[in-house]
């Protein structure tokens, strides 16, 4: 088989859902190569492509124009209303296509696929490349060395019993569907990681750090640090990816941080609900501590 297209779109863990089940495709049915379509990330200022900062695969291409616009609910009135009504319904009308569009939340695997098979979906689940997770993990590690604000932290990250703590506002809170997590999820992820660690240390991670420290001030927390100064994503995510341990937000970013970690042991405390308006119970991984 000589290709199979999928959509790169959203944020960097977005993005890297999509990149792990397209590599998954790939290895799974011998595909040649694996193209990514960037159109969108390349007129997305604020969500613009972000794989670039890590390993990945030799054997992927990229396609930046529009050729597949019209297996995008952006480009198709048809597709948007179909998608928000009668999902499954689009899934099977277009797979007829060659072409896979799911954005729901649930787990919807491809049991064949053809040569140059598009996909287009948020694919936010680990049953998508769970027989290839030792793969993507090794695709997923940083080119570049730690940048001088990470190195200040990373030996106490991982010399004492490190807990991320990430808390996700900014955009979440003007986008409807998007359940911002509350003090009291916050509040009860911390007294379970200090029933159940020693001596924990919490390196908190915001997109708006200032309203972060309001969130959790009166927690009674004796070792925090607050990651703070002009950062990248990356940086926050290769700081978090080494933590032991992890209270998440409902974000798919924090998701990938507890994912990349090394540590076997890690406790990983997540919000019981994901978004306010689907239940996503495949995005939870087996281990986790729902609060």
């Given at each position: ?158 010399q004492t019993n490190s807990v991320s703590l990430h808390i996700r506002l900014g955009d979440y809170c003007n986008i409807k569907r998007m359940l911002v997590c509350d003090k009291n999820y916050y509040f009860k992820a911390c007294k379970y990681i200090m029933d159940n660690v020693d001596n924990p240390v919490f390196y908190v991670f ?86």
């Open positions: 088989m000589k290709r199979v297209i999928i959509k790169v779109k959203g944020g960097l863990g977005n993005q890297m859902f999509q990149y792990a089940y397209g590599r998954h495709l790939q290895i799974k049915y011998g595909v040649e190569k694996l193209v990514l379509d960037v159109s969108e990330c390349k007129k997305n200022n604020f969500r613009p492509y972000s794989l670039n900062k890590f390993v990945l695969s030799k054997n992927i291409e990229f396609l930046d124009n529009n050729e597949y616009k019209l297996y995008d609910r952006n480009h198709s009135l048809f597709l948007k209303i179909g998608q928000k009504f009668f999902p499954k319904l689009i899934w099977m009308l277009y797979k007829r296509k060659n072409v896979y569009i799911w954005d729901e939340e649930s787990y919807l695997d491809i049991n064949s696929i053809k040569d140059g098979a598009y996909l287009n979906g948020y694919w936010q689940s680990e049953k998508y490349f769970s027989s290839n997770k030792d793969i993507i993990k090794k695709e997923f590690e940083f080119l570049n060395q730690p940048s001088d604000l990470n190195k200040e932290y990373i030996d106490e990250i991982k915001s997109d708006e750090i200032e309203s972060a420290k309001k969130i959790i001030s009166s927690f009674g927390l004796k070792n925090i640090v607050f990651i703070t100064g002009k950062r990248e994503n990356y940086d926050d995510m290769y700081l978090m990816s080494n933590c032991k341990h992890f209270i998440l937000s409902n974000s798919t970013f924090s998701w990938w941080a507890q994912y990349l970690s090394n540590n076997k042991n890690s406790i990983v405390c997540a919000p019981e609900k994901w978004t306010t308006d689907k239940k996503n119970n495949d995005i939870y991984m087996e281990k986790w501590v729902r609060i």
